[in-house]
């Protein structure tokens, strides 16, 4: 299994509404990533996991916020969004944090009204 | 801090055709990444390669570390081609990636 899956696929939300992204990986890794990316431009890091510990946050507003319960599983909580907030979210893992090589899920697109 | 730019910004082919994307880099780097990312969002890694050439199917890579750039080759198109090609750097062995804007690239069947 070399995916990651990446839970919902579509979301649109209320600026009032509380709702969170799940990402899954069951390939052993041990770092896990979000990313946001907006149209037509390249993918921007969030926040890295290594060992199920925070180990970047890239200044990130505080209305994002991100959990990794377990070495599987990552989750992005989001509450009180602004319309610029739309845009795909992205989960990826690997190995290690350090490793090379990368699985990135199929993305959340995401739409703030 | 190194710039990532990649040329051309946009490509429109017909099926069948070959093609070159480029990748240029201000500074060494110890990993450079080519990724594919389809219509529907997802990114795939295609090439890690940071010197040298690699081969994989229609598609190469090459990366020539001391003059800074690299070039992906595609051979032979098809309209599963499309999408967005990115070229990915990094200094460190942290992963923090520094991204080119992209090739967007159009496969006409």
């Known amino acids: 299994d070399t995916e990651v899956t990446q839970t919902p696929k579509h979301l649109v939300m209320g600026m009032t509404n509380k709702k969170s992204l799940k990402c899954e990986q069951h390939?052993?890794?041990?770092?896990m990533y979000w990313y946001k990316q907006k149209a037509k431009k390249p993918p921007e890091l969030m926040f890295v996991?290594?060992?199920?510990?925070?180990?970047i946050n890239e200044s990130v507003p505080s209305r994002f916020s991100p959990e990794c319960p377990n070495s599987s599983l990552l989750n992005l909580h989001l509450h009180a969004l602004q319309p610029e907030d739309s845009a795909l979210y992205l989960c990826?893992?690997?190995?290690?944090?350090?490793?090379?090589?990368?699985?990135f899920g199929q993305g959340t697109r995401l739409t703030v009204v | 801090g190194i710039q990532v730019e990649q040329s051309p910004p946009d490509l429109i082919l017909q099926e069948g055709a070959n093609s070159t994307l480029r990748c240029n880099f201000s500074?060494?780097?110890?990993?450079l990444q080519w990724f594919h990312q389809n219509p529907w969002g997802q990114l795939i890694n295609l090439f890690y390669?940071?010197?040298?050439?690699k081969q994989n199917g229609r598609l190469s890579a090459t990366t020539v570390a001391t003059e800074r750039y690299s070039l992906l080759y595609i051979s032979s198109s098809q309209t599963t081609d499309s999408g967005v090609y990115f070229c990915?750097?990094?200094?460190?062995?942290?992963?923090?990636?520094?991204w080119g804007a992209g090739t967007k690239l159009i496969i006409k069947p």
């Open positions: 996991y290594s060992y199920e510990k925070l180990s």
């Open positions: 500074d060494s780097v110890n990993n």
């Open positions: 390939m052993g890794h041990r770092a």
């Open positions: 390669i940071p010197s040298g050439t």
């Open positions: 990826a893992s690997s190995l290690t944090r350090g490793a090379l090589w990368a699985f």
């Open positions: 990915a750097v990094s200094l460190d062995s942290n992963y923090q990636l520094i």
